[in-house]
């Protein structure tokens, strides 16, 4: 199964989620409820979501390491401080805020099942290898990080 291990960037995961969502919803009308308030909802969602991913992304500059996701190997600090005081994953936990977003606009039922996909793929192909990487660079300081510091959330 290790395959798909970092082979596929997140912001591509999300984009699939994303088209995946909708054409859950174009496919089933019937599913489509009204939410009041719908567009409200979706953009302050976004907004969260937007919040949470930047200042994860803020925390890694700030560090001056990489924000590649692909090359978590290569990383030259553990960040512990900001958002990842209470997340391993804000930007990760910030693609599934927008996504919950997108959700809401679309107000489909079904389409809402590919948030845990989005979940159960992330944790297996994108955040599993990445951890091992963190562990191999950082050690015993990743393993503490790890123990006092929530996946997602």
């Known amino acids: 199964?290790?395959?798909?291990?970092?082979?596929?960037?997140?912001?591509?995961?999300?984009?699939?989620?994303g088209g995946s969502m909708w054409l859950i919803a174009w496919f089933t009308p019937a599913w489509r409820f009204v939410l009041p308030g719908r567009l409200v909802l979706t953009a302050a969602a976004g907004v969260i979501g937007l919040a949470i991913a930047g200042s994860g992304l803020w925390s890694f500059r700030k560090a001056d390491t990489t924000v590649n996701p692909?090359?978590?190997?290569?990383?030259?600090?553990?960040?512990?401080?900001?958002?990842?005081?209470?997340?391993?994953n804000?930007?990760?936990?910030?693609?599934?805020?927008?996504l919950l977003g997108w959700g809401?606009?679309?107000?489909?039922?079904?389409?809402?099942?590919?948030?845990?996909?989005?979940?159960?793929?992330m944790n297996r192909f994108q955040i599993e290898p990445e951890e091992r990487a963190l562990m191999g660079r950082f050690g015993r300081a990743f393993a503490e990080y790890r123990a006092h510091v929530r996946k997602w959330i």
């Open 1 to 17: 199964m290790r395959g798909l291990e970092l082979k596929v960037p997140p912001v591509v995961v999300v984009l699939l989620a």
């Open 104 to 121: 809401i606009y679309l107000s489909n039922v079904p389409a809402y099942l590919v948030l845990p996909g989005f979940v159960l793929y």
């Open 70 to 88: 692909m090359k978590p190997e290569s990383s030259s600090a553990l960040v512990v401080s900001g958002i990842y005081r209470w997340t391993r």
């Open 90 to 98: 804000p930007m990760y936990l910030g693609f599934l805020w927008i």
